[in-house]
């Protein structure tokens, strides 16, 4: 264990001098593949309303798009390894974006909100395999170090959400089902991209091997909990996923827009989410430190709710609270995600498929919530219980700063 983390702290002098661009063509098929695969999210989104009205469903029901697709996502991030060690990396992703195009496609022909529930639900299956190896493809095959790595995965997750919004707006237009049967379609790209780019996964040969690998890795997110740091992480997703949720779930039905313009908020949301966290977060971590970093933006995102759940009714304050959002998310997630591929002596696939088991549990919780407390309250409290938990995730973090403060020499050392 200690080899390990001397290991993990040993610079990586030329890993780093070189470019975030000089990239093998398999990081870049991955790149590509990523901006389709997080446009599903941006999709969605402004079609929500439409939805509710189409099929006759309350908010909290429509919410139930984000549940069951984080919740399944939760849950299956704990068998990505096992699944990646017996068919690499390369059939994984395949397997990941062919699942998500068929369930997408099930979701565009659905006639029924329960139906399309479930759907969503393999959806989130899909997406954890493909978001869990993708991470760890880029991170194991950049040519630029971990923290660049980070850097060019969350570009594809910024340029995926914010070119998805514009394109769900246009294909919602014309019918709810565009942005389920666009996803569909679009995968059959990613598909190509990754079958001709990335080279030859290399599975294990025999069923002892197999076995083997199977066995530990069911085991290895569980032990890999048994580090404090990747626990604090994790917890402070969790909490803070309720705020982001809330906002990506139920901001769409107080923003009183058509589906364009909610398109057009979400646009703006995930450009500077994309912008933030390439150009920015990596600024932010090297002048002040990845945890000292994280508290203030996530102050600031709960401060942000907070208004938004003041001023709820009044239209332009929630569509500006939207959008400066992004910018704090943007910061945030790349600044988590270096912080978890640093926290314990782990195989990074392991770290992130525990730290993401807990993450989404935060996401499969909140959307549902969030639209059952304006049924039983009113449309104010959403937010103020969002802000509430991502207020909380601050404070958690740095009431366990001394579990979590190494990742900041980790990251100097290389």
């Known amino acids: ?73 939760a849950v299956a991030m704990l068998i990505t390894g096992t699944i990646t060690s017996r068919l690499g990396m390369k059939r994984t992703l395949l397997l990941g974006v062919v699942i998500i195009a068929i369930f997408s496609a099930l979701g565009g022909f659905s006639n029924g909100i329960w139906e399309l529930v479930g759907y969503r639900g393999g959806w989130g299956l899909g997406n954890a395999l493909f978001v869990a190896t993708a991470l760890t493809a880029i991170v194991s095959l950049s040519r ?86 990747l626990v604090v992480f994790g917890l402070t997703a969790c909490f803070y996923n309720f705020g982001f949720f809330t906002l990506m779930a139920y901001a769409p039905f107080v923003m009183g827009l058509d589906i364009h313009g909610i398109g057009y908020v979400f646009l703006g949301w995930g450009v500077l989410l994309a912008f933030t966290s390439v150009f920015m977060a990596p600024k932010l971590q090297r002048a002040f430190g990845t945890v000292k970093s994280m508290a203030v933006m996530l102050a600031l995102f709960g401060l942000t709710l907070l208004a938004m759940g003041i001023w ?24 988590i995600t270096t912080g978890v591929m640093n926290a314990a002596p782990v195989e990074r696939s392991t770290a992130s498929a525990a730290y993401s088991f807990l993450r989404f549990l935060g996401g499969a919780i909140a959307p549902y919530f969030a639209g059952k407390l304006a049924e039983w309250f009113n449309p104010h409290v959403p937010f103020i219980v969002g802000a509430t938990f991502v207020l909380v995730s601050v404070l958690y973090m740095l009431a366990n700063h001394k579990h979590v403060k190494h990742v900041d020499e980790v990251e100097a050392a290389h």
């Not at 989104?45 to 984080?70: C, G, H, M, R, W």
């Not at 239209?315 to 910061?331: D, E, P």
């Open 1 to 73: 264990m200690a080899n390990r983390a001397q290991q993990a702290a040993k610079p990586e002098l030329p890993a780093a001098r070189s470019g975030i661009l000089n990239q093998p063509r398999a990081v870049w098929a991955v790149f590509f593949a990523g901006i389709i695969a997080f446009m599903g999210i941006g999709l969605v989104d402004p079609i929500l309303p439409a939805i509710s009205e189409k099929l006759n469903a309350t908010p909290s029901q429509v919410s139930l798009l984000f549940t069951s697709y984080n919740a399944v996502m």
């Open 144 to 229: 630029s170090g971990v923290a660049k790595a980070i850097i060019l995965y969350e570009a594809a997750i910024g340029l995926g959400i914010s070119v998805g919004p514009i394109l769900g707006g246009e294909l919602g237009s014309i019918s709810w089902r565009g942005p389920f049967l666009g996803v569909a379609a679009l995968m059959v790209l990613a598909f190509i991209a990754l079958a001709v780019l990335m080279p030859k996964s290399e599975a294990p040969k025999t069923p002892a091997y197999a076995k083997k690998k199977l066995s530990a890795s069911l085991l290895d997110p569980f032990k890999a909990m048994r580090h404090r740091s």
């Open 312 to 335: 709820t009714d009044i239209h332009w304050v929630v569509i500006a609270c939207v959008v400066f959002a992004g910018a704090l998310l943007g910061n945030n997630n790349t600044l």
